[in-house]
T-cell receptor
Framework: GENVEQHPSTLSVQEGDSAVIKCTYS??????FPWYKQELGKGPQLIID?????GEKKDQRIAVTLNKTAKHFSLHITETQPEDSAVYFC??????????FGRGTSLIVHP | GAGVSQSPSNKVTEKGKDVELRCDPI?????LYWYRQSLGQGLEFLIY????????KSGLPSDRFSAERTGGSVSTLTIQRTQQEDSAVYLC?????????????FGQGTRLTVV
């Protein structure tokens, strides 16, 4: 089955800095890679996703890149703000109908 | 409803008791997932329902865990003879028809504490 590794587990940055979270996957059949943000006491919410036919996608301050050859994808947040503080999860699906999630990254943005 | 609804939000139970957790998916969504989130851990897959097909139970950790989905809508996750290691947040998600590439919408979760 699919295995998704996510790093780092904790990321602390100053407001205005950039943050990068990296994930690797094992199943070459995976073709859909969503990123979820989970705020305290809430369920995860999709913030951006990328499909295997593109290498990069951007939405305002967030972007995701995908390297299918190396089987890794990354989330980039620029100009971080305190409200970006949350737990971020990457996921992969395609080989299976069931999304496999990484272990999560706790992002802390210091004002 | 507008989103995935889970109840209760919090549940404290004594070790050995049975608990039932409820998930009401987005109307029209035929795919439903249950995940477990333990402290500091990722989202652990438990079970997947798609329409009238037999559920994928490959993630259930033991035979104390079971789930059903009545009428293709509401789902109930049951944990029998709860243990302390069952303490976690149980998340339910739904998607339109479960095909890869569809957004999974999550509920707010049920925080289960076994004392």
């Amino acid at each position: 089955g699919e295995n998704v590794e996510q790093h780092p587990s904790t990321l602390s940055v100053q407001e205005g800095d950039s943050a990068v979270i990296k994930c690797t996957y094992s199943d070459s059949a995976s073709n859909y890679f969503p990123w979820y943000k989970q705020e305290l006491g809430k369920g995860p919410q999709l913030i951006i996703d990328i499909r295997s036919n593109v290498g990069e996608k951007k939405d305002q301050r967030i972007a995701v890149t995908l390297n299918k050859t190396a089987k890794h994808f990354s989330l980039h947040i620029t100009e971080t703000q305190p409200e970006d503080s949350a737990v971020y999860f990457c996921a992969a699906s395609g080989g299976s109908y069931i999304p496999t999630f990484g272990r999560g990254t706790s992002l802390i943005v210091h004002p | 409803g507008a989103g995935v609804s889970q109840s209760p939000s919090n549940k404290v139970t004594e070790k050995g008791k049975d608990v039932e957790l409820r998930c009401d998916p987005i109307s029209g969504h035929t795919a439903l997932y249950w995940y477990r989130q333990s402290l500091g851990q990722g989202l652990e897959f438990l079970i997947y329902f798609q329409g009238n097909s037999a559920p994928d139970k490959s993630g259930l950790p033991s035979d104390r865990f079971s789930a059903e989905r009545t009428g293709g809508s509401v789902s109930t996750l049951t944990i029998q003879r709860t243990q302390q290691e069952d303490s976690a947040v149980y998340l339910c998600a739904s998607s339109l028809d479960g095909r890869p590439g569809q957004e999974a919408f999550f509920g707010q979760g049920t925080r289960l504490t076994v004392v």
